[in-house]
């Protein structure tokens, strides 16, 4: 999508839908831009404090009966949403192109970084907490545990530390692989970039988060008795099995949902030949 085709004074013509005013052309884009940047922005908040919080187990195989314990099948919590910040840069790169889309992934970066911020001040400020005078340690309760926030402090630390590198380079990743395949395609084919370009980055996202977590944050339920990279591949593999089948399944909203969105909008329709062609769009950096 050429980004200028979003300008208001321009809209494309479907038969039996009324022309609309600048104005209420620009709320409706607006508006509906607003929507998707907030649930994507407000998703990462969400799954950046759950994070890693709490492990769900889907199930365990025992796939060596001499080793001790079972390989666990489980995905991080903070997962279950994340599928939907991809849907919603999937459609802001359909409606609204590239640059936008980019733009927006630059916040949700920054967005991370700023929940962070607030953390830290958040534990470095003094409050009611005891403190040892001997080894200046934060003293614990009697289950042996420090006050909630402390504990969700750091597992929030360790998970951003890892979705942070693994967001932008997954964010990035899709919307460069979205329009390679519109261009490759010449607009059509929806569904080919929807799926490619969301299968390929979460890939990337799921390896980078899970070798972060575990090799920085120490925050993985591995099984100590057994070997690390066997339980790290089986992660990998669960998490990516899960987004993989995410994205599958989201195929359906997006690919009605751009249709629908851009007679909404009066743009022209995501497999309309576009002018100039998607290559020469994407290759003066306005697709």
Request: proline share 6%.
């Amino acid at each position: 999508m050429d980004e200028h085709a979003t300008l208001p004074s321009r809209q494309h013509r479907y038969a039996g839908l009324p022309e609309l005013s600048e104005a209420r052309l620009y709320a409706r884009r607006e508006t509906l831009f607003l929507v998707f940047a907030g649930l994507f922005l407000g998703t990462l908040a969400m799954l950046n404090i759950l994070g890693i919080t709490r492990f769900i187990k889907l199930f365990e195989i025992d796939f060596d009966a001499a080793t001790p314990g079972a390989t666990a099948f489980a995905v991080a919590v903070g997962v279950l949403p994340y599928p939907i910040t991809f849907l919603c840069t999937d459609f802001i790169s359909e409606l609204y192109g590239r640059k936008r889309a980019n733009r927006v992934v630059w916040v949700g970066f920054l967005l991370n970084a700023w929940v962070m911020v607030i953390l830290w001040v958040g534990g470095v400020l003094p409050g009611w907490e005891q403190y040892d005078a001997a080894t200046g340690e934060m003293v614990r309760d009697a289950a042996g545990r420090v006050p909630v926030f402390f504990e969700v402090r750091t597992l929030a630390f360790g998970a951003v530390a890892a979705s942070m590198i693994a967001y932008l380079v997954a964010q990035l990743v899709d919307v460069h692989v979205f329009h390679f395949w519109k261009k490759l395609t010449n607009g059509k084919h929806l569904w080919l970039r929807n799926n490619g370009s969301t299968l390929v980055s979460q890939l990337v996202d799921t390896t980078a988060v899970i070798l972060i977590t575990h090799f920085y944050a120490r925050a993985l339920p591995i099984n100590e008795g057994a070997s690390v990279w066997p339980q790290l591949l089986v992660f990998i593999a669960t998490g990516y099995v899960f987004k993989a089948a995410m994205a599958m399944i989201d195929t359906v909203p997006f690919y009605f949902g751009a249709f629908r969105l851009a007679r909404y909008l009066r743009l022209p329709p995501p497999d309309a030949v576009p002018h100039p062609p998607a290559a020469a769009s994407v290759e003066a950096g306005v697709g």
